[in-house]
């Protein structure tokens, strides 16, 4: 009796060329991942370089690119850096907002502590009660000291002004009979930190103390009383800077 034949699978090809799709999808999929990846980074570090070199005065800072020639095609001239003490109030924000961001990182003080914004005189730092200052208290914290130390040395060469707020509740103490000594207390510990530290001339610093006279929230909440209770330190810009 004759052993019926083995069938031959022409077929077994197929698994082979299978396995070899599976691994070549496998390759595409991780390269497409690192492209994405890169693009991410290359985006990060191509905001940093525009943002860095429009500080300079290097780019333009209503271009999206910087132009590395003139409509003629010749090199195009480099646009000279801003003069010390004659940045503009957003140059300064942002600056500012770094060493905040550096310091926040550090834990010298907590997020929010210190708050910027662009005023009618110019760039205005927010210090916060919280962060600097004991309640009905004219006594930095010796904790905010380093915070206030790097904020104070990046401050350029220009007249500031210095005032103390409060919120709208009475105090009434030895030391304080009003919110108008405290307010302005606290702007003279402020004012007197920064002279010490030799950064500004003490001709071109004034404090003064306003109470709860000049509030940025409503005093009716307990978070509207918290914004309230702060020590501005404005950078004067402009006129503001040559009374």
């Known amino acids: 009796m004759k052993a019926p034949k083995k ?7 197929l698994v082979s060329y299978a396995d070899f799709v599976t691994l070549l999808f496998a390759f595409f999929v991780v390269l497409f991942a690192s492209s994405q990846a890169d693009k991410k980074k290359q985006q990060q570090v191509a905001k940093a370089m525009t943002v860095a070199f429009t500080e300079m005065g290097v780019f333009d800072p209503h271009s999206k690119t910087p132009a590395l020639t ?3 095609g010749a090199g195009a001239e480099p646009v000279a850096p801003p003069v010390p003490g004659e940045e503009t109030p957003q140059q300064l924000k942002d600056h500012i907002d770094r060493i905040l961001s550096e310091q926040v990182k550090m834990k010298h003080i907590s997020e929010g502590s210190v708050t910027t914004h662009i005023g009618r005189d110019g760039l205005v730092i927010s210090l916060h009660e919280a962060g600097f200052f004991a309640s009905g208290s004219a006594e930095v914290n010796p904790s905010s000291t380093p915070m206030l130390t790097a904020l104070v040395d990046a401050l350029p060469p220009r007249p500031i002004r210095v005032e103390g707020h409060t919120d709208n509740i009475p105090i009434h103490t030895a030391q304080f009979a ?6 302005t207390a606290r702007a003279s510990a402020i004012a007197r930190f920064v002279i010490d530290r030799g950064t500004i001339n003490p001709a071109d610093v004034a404090a003064a103390g306003y109470a709860e006279f000049h509030p940025v929230a409503t005093n009716d909440t307990q978070e509207g009383r918290t914004q309230n209770r702060r020590v501005d330190i404005i950078l004067l810009t402009g006129q503001a800077a040559s009374r």
Not at 7 to 13: A, F, I, L, S, T
């Open 178 to 183: 009003t919110n108008w000594e405290l307010s």
């Open 70 to 72: 003139d409509s003629t």
């Open 7 to 13: 069938h031959v699978n022409h077929e077994r090809w």
